[in-house]
């Protein structure tokens, strides 16, 4: 769409130039002199050109000259500036509201031609994908279908036990093992489409919520409890963020009936476990906050799962997931990382994703499972272990035969 911009720069160059025309034929006007407008124009072009600032016209029996002078220039800048400040905002308005409805009718007529082509575009490129990286994606894959399958299992087990309530414990582990399940699935899908930064993003709430499980399942049942209760806690600081808000954002106000509710049971869930509760990580704050001073943050609960040493690759993907400029130049799906421009997918980048997803969503599911004495739990837990340790060998070899590939298509061409 450059062309229409070209177009609009060339309309806006001329105006001095027409403007400086005027002047010429009031002054040949004025002086009873016939010059073409072909004529002045050319004249316009030489001035422009820098070739002279002196007119030379024939006026028959004798040549005139016409100086032109500041104040000629003062008019053609006056003019100018007059055309840029009050008539080309209305042009350009103009101008767009007319190109924007061709262009966009155009679209719309070939759009089905051009989404057609671009799905085919797409599935061409996930089977290449595919062929490339399938063996070690059919392992994420199976590894999910088996957690997945063993939650909904151990569930139904659960929830036909006779006369026995499920514990916080049990209810908490249990809702973040779905919750790993699905971003797990949603990760395998950013994979499976050359997504490996998105990929990677989503990988970062699954490490969350999976040394957030290990903490619990450590601590047990009165951490669970803390963590049930520590709803409140977000509802309180969404309501003070809603209420700051809502008339920025045009929304109705929330009902006076609900903000109380939500008011007394943050009061009351503060009472009972304690100022340092209503903090970010305040559920852990009671087990985990060194003589109740320290601040629990995420690198401590890390700390407290074991799960320190991947404090790098969460780095890493805070990069990407936030908008600071490492994220802005440093790409996954880049073969090497380098700072290209990647606006799409690449069969690139999907080791580090893969690899760290297979290592957070077995060890939450094994957390979840526990010491069980049930034979299928245990059966699971041998699958489990056996996928966590082979699915990072499987991605590693296929980004190996990517890089060779890689430099061998480079030397070629």
């Known amino acids: 769409m450059d062309h229409i911009q070209k177009i609009l720069d060339d309309a806006i160059a001329q105006v001095p130039r027409r403007a400086l025309e005027r002047r010429l034929a009031a002054k040949f006007k004025h002086l009873g002199i016939a010059v073409s407008d072909a004529a002045t124009a050319t004249l316009v072009r030489q001035i422009f050109d820098g070739k002279t600032t002196v007119v030379h016209v024939d006026g028959g029996s004798d040549d005139i000259t016409i100086n032109l002078t500041q104040e000629d220039f003062d ?44 799905r085919a575009d797409v599935d061409a490129f996930r089977d290449r994908l595919e062929h490339r990286w399938g063996k070690a994606l059919g392992k994420l894959r199976l590894l999910l279908t088996i957690s997945r399958e063993w939650g ?3 569930h139904e087990r659960r929830r036909t036990k006779r006369n026995s309530d499920p514990t916080h414990l049990e209810k908490v582990l249990l809702r973040l093992h ?10 395998i899908v950013l994979l ?25 399942a ?28 809502h008339v920025g954002l045009r929304f109705k106000p929330i009902s006076k009936k609900e903000s109380q509710r939500i008011r007394k049971a943050y009061a009351a869930a503060v009472r009972r476990f304690g100022t340092k509760f209503a903090e970010e990580y305040g559920w ?23 799960d320190s040493y991947m404090r790098s690759p969460y780095k890493l993907a805070s990069h990407i997931v936030h908008a600071g400029p490492r994220g802005a130049y440093f790409r996954l799906g880049s073969i090497d990382g380098s700072p290209h421009f990647l606006a799409g997918a690449s069969n690139a980048g999907l080791t580090e994703p893969a690899q760290h997803t297979a290592v957070s ?7 979840v499972i526990g010491d069980s004495p049930i ?16 699915i990072p060998i499987d991605f590693w070899k296929a980004e190996q035969k990517l890089r060779r590939d890689d430099r061998r298509h480079r030397r070629n061409t």
């Open 75 to 118: 008019y053609v800048t006056t003019v100018a500036e007059q055309f840029t400040n009050e008539q080309l905002p209305a042009l350009v308005e103009k101008m767009s509201d007319k190109a924007a409805a061709a262009i966009f009718k155009s679209l719309a007529k070939g759009w089905r031609q051009e989404a057609n082509a671009q």
């Open 152 to 154: 909904a299992t151990a």
């Open 178 to 187: 779905v919750r790993a399940c699905q971003i797990t699935n949603e990760i």
């Open 192 to 216: 499976e489409n050359g997504f490996a930064d998105g990929a990677m993003a989503r990988w970062r709430t699954l490490h969350e919520v999976a040394t957030v499980a290990s903490v619990i």
């Open 218 to 245: 450590i601590h047990g049942e009165e951490m669970a409890e803390r963590y049930v209760h520590h709803q409140v806690v977000e509802a309180y600081k969404g309501l003070i963020a809603y209420e700051r808000d």
């Open 284 to 306: 852990a704050a009671h087990h985990l906050a060194l003589k109740g001073k320290e601040r629990v943050t995420f690198a401590r609960l890390e700390q407290e799962a074991g």
């Open 361 to 367: 969503f077995s060890e939450l599911t094994m957390r």
């Open 375 to 390: 034979f299928d739990d245990v059966v699971a837990l041998k699958i489990i272990a056996r996928l966590s340790a082979e």
